[in-house]
């Protein structure tokens, strides 16, 4: 009976906060109403709006031969048909070969350019202002925390599934 919940629709942007520290923004998916005579409740399920990269699909074939991890990941960016993305600090300047093919996500393809690198590597953001800006960067050495089970950490949330844990037995004997 909340009456800001026709303010939070599906494909909507929500900030979210931990009491006064921001965590993000974010996409509304969707929405589980649930009624009986204990509960009434309204579950959103919502993805970062990094995941809007998702939404374009590369078409026809792009080729990068030696240009630098900006040039290529700036480039990437450009085929956004909105561009929810820009592309802020780069902190390298790899010249590796890379290929799309249609029906590969931007996504996918934007997070793939440094896998072949041989040093550490974070993906920082800024989705405060639009369109959003995305870095990569070298991540620092210096240890900021720790988590540690009864300590810190309040609690874990842990989902298991069998659907890729098969095992195939094959008898053999006379």
């Known amino acids: 009976n909340d009456p800001k919940r026709e303010f939070i629709q599906p494909r909507y942007f929500v900030e979210l906060y931990d009491h006064s520290k921001r965590i993000g923004r974010f996409i509304v ?13 309204i579950t959103y399920h919502c993805d970062h709006v990094l995941a809007l990269l998702h939404n374009d699909v590369v078409w026809g074939v792009h080729k990068w031969e030696g240009d630098t991890t900006d040039v290529v990941l700036g480039e990437m960016l450009a085929l956004q048909e909105t561009e929810n993305w820009r592309l802020g600090d ?16 931007l996504l996918e393809a934007v997070i793939s350019v440094p896998k072949r690198f041989m040093e550490p590597y974070i993906w920082t953001w800024d ?25 810190n950490m309040a609690g874990v949330s842990i989902e298991e599934s069998a659907a890729e844990l098969f095992t195939r037995i094959y008898p053999l004997g006379e």
């Open 90 to 105: 780069v902190a390298f300047a790899r010249e590796f070969h890379y290929k799309l093919q249609s029906g590969d996500s």
């Open 127 to 151: 989705d405060s202002v639009y369109p959003f800006t995305l870095n990569l960067l070298r991540p620092s050495p210096k240890i900021t925390g720790t988590v540690i089970a009864g300590k």
């Open 29 to 41: 998916n969707t929405r589980l109403t649930e009624k009986d005579e204990n509960t009434e409740e």
